[in-house]
């Protein structure tokens, strides 16, 4: 599906989106114990990995982030067909929708059990993945790097490759890296600002859709 704005505004966009990535896995794995809210492929992983006895991972935390970011992709899938003829209300929608799931987080989170507040912020990432995905945008995926990082490699002129434009996939793994440092660094004063900042972040992307011209 075709993106509403220029494609550098595209990029751009995903970046930051790619950003918050880091910085909410960094919440969802040092504090809610070990899981991740955006990362599925780690997710399950861990599930078969929580057999080990005195590996210190939940099978319940594993799959209940599975649960909700299967909720959440739902949700994006639904509403991409809904608004789908109408991309930058279908682009504004989910992505605002997406910053306020991770915003009444941020307010509750202190007082929700850990289990409890993986379930939104699951939601809110499956949100972005089945939108992302949609668009289709090449080399950005805002969540998962494997393919990024096989790119760059097996696309090389190492590896007989035109090693043309590695540019996109070089900037989201520093842009996922920068986010998850960042994350790591804020939890240590606060998680509430994590969450806040992340917040901002989705909304400023959805202002972004909403206001960018083509």
């Not at 006895?53 to 939940?58: A, V």
């Not at 090389?156 to 490759?161: E, H, N």
């Not at 090693?163 to 070089?170: E, V």
């Not at 509430?192 to 806040?196: D, K, M, N, S």
């Given at each position: 599906?075709d993106?509403?704005?220029?494609d550098r505004t595209?990029?751009a966009l995903?970046?930051v989106?790619?950003?918050?990535t880091?910085?909410?896995?960094a919440?969802s794995?040092?504090?809610?114990?070990?899981?991740?809210v955006?990362?599925?492929?780690?997710?399950?992983?861990f599930?078969?990995?929580?057999l080990?006895?005195?590996?210190?991972?939940?099978?319940a935390?594993?799959?209940?982030a599975?649960?909700?970011?299967?909720a959440?992709?739902l949700?994006?899938?639904?509403?991409a067909t809904?608004?789908?003829?109408?991309?930058?209300?279908?682009?504004?929608?989910?992505f605002?929708?997406?910053?306020?799931?991770?915003?009444v987080t941020?307010?509750?989170?202190?007082?929700l059990p850990a289990l409890v507040?993986?379930?939104p912020?699951?939601?809110?990432?499956?949100?972005?993945?089945?939108?992302?995905r949609?668009l289709a945008?090449r080399?950005?995926?805002t969540?998962?790097?494997?393919?990024?990082?096989?790119g760059?490699?097996?696309d090389?002129?190492?590896?007989?490759?035109s090693?043309?434009?590695?540019?996109?996939?070089?900037w989201?793994v520093?842009?996922?890296?920068?986010?998850a440092?960042?994350g790591a660094?804020?939890?240590?004063v606060?998680v509430?600002?994590?969450?806040?900042l992340?917040a901002?972040?989705?909304?400023?992307?959805a202002?972004?859709?909403?206001?960018?011209?083509?």
């Open positions: 599906m993106a509403p704005v220029k595209l990029v995903l970046l989106l790619t950003g918050v880091g910085l909410i896995d919440v794995y040092l504090r809610l114990g070990h899981v991740f955006a990362n599925m492929t780690g997710n399950v992983v599930l078969g990995l929580s080990y006895p005195g590996g210190g991972l939940s099978p935390a594993s799959a209940v599975i649960g909700a970011f299967l959440g992709a949700l994006g899938g639904r509403l809904m608004f789908g003829g109408r991309p930058r209300r279908w682009l504004a929608l989910a605002t929708t997406q910053a306020v799931i991770i915003a941020a307010i509750f989170f202190a007082a507040a993986t379930v912020l699951a939601v809110a990432f499956g949100l972005q993945n089945a939108t992302v949609r945008a080399d950005l995926t969540t998962v790097l494997t393919q990024t990082l096989t760059l490699a097996a090389s002129v190492l590896a007989g490759g090693g043309q434009n590695p540019y996109r996939r070089l989201s520093v842009a996922m890296l920068a986010g440092a960042t660094l804020l939890l240590q606060t509430t600002g994590v969450l806040v992340a901002a972040l989705v909304a400023l992307t202002a972004g859709f909403a206001f960018t011209r083509p």
